[in-house]
């Protein structure tokens, strides 16, 4: 008798067990595909990302600021092993994948031949990004601005940095949640990147994951993730 309950007991742990794993699974998929995939008048759009590339080079215009030169190389090479592409700084503009801009938006938009949206209340974003894209999807040329003049405090300046980075990589969408960089905001507890937030870009770059899917193939591609 003694037997069969420990027995009861020990498969009645392990269910319990497979179950809470089952739902952080879960939370971790709907946390991937609200981060990734940009809403649109409550729709999902479809999915970018950098495809066939073994290096990405970004190229720096203006005076870099917010963060030091060490945090800035620690965050790309925590990136870099999550998404298992080398990132390098050029100093040629023209040849850069990633253009980061640090100025006022209209010099940014002259820079990158990006056409302005005419929205009044533009002269007061503190940030912009914009990405190019071929017909399957995938990112051909991505830039963000950080504008220092409208950056209020530089712990916003530090969050808009990161946050505008993850965009250039294709993580368009947003997630509710304080302690993670893909909030839409800085908060006092999204600094620097969560384990959420690492499983999450590490998932974008899995090979299982296509440029171009929609949000019903790519809850069918995430079957074959190993998360």
Known sequence: MKTMIISLL??????????????????????????????????KLTLFK?????????????EFQFMSKKNWEKYL?????????????????????IGIYFGELNDYFTK?????????FIKNFDNWSSRNYNQKKQLTKTTFCIVPSKTKESK????????????????????ENDYSVF??????????LSKNDKKIIKIHYDNSIKAGMDIDELKLALYSVDI
């Open 112 to 120: 990158f031949n990006i056409k302005s949206t005419g929205n009044a």
């Open 77 to 97: 090479s925590t990136i870099e092993n999550l998404i298992n592409i080398k990132i390098v700084e050029t100093k040629n503009s023209d040849a850069a994948d």
């Open 10 to 43: 020990f498969v009645l742990t392990s269910s319990m067990t497979i179950l809470a794993q089952s739902k952080k699974v879960q939370k971790l998929k709907k946390d991937y595909i609200e981060s990734a995939i940009l809403e649109l008048n409550n729709q």
């Open 183 to 192: 909030n839409k905001f800085r908060t006092i507890n999204n600094t620097h």
């Open 50 to 62: 950098w495809e066939n590339k073994d290096t990405l080079r970004y190229h720096v215009s203006g």
């Open 156 to 175: 916003r300046g530090y969050f808009n940095i990161q946050r505008l980075f993850l965009k250039s990589l294709g993580f368009l969408g947003k997630l």
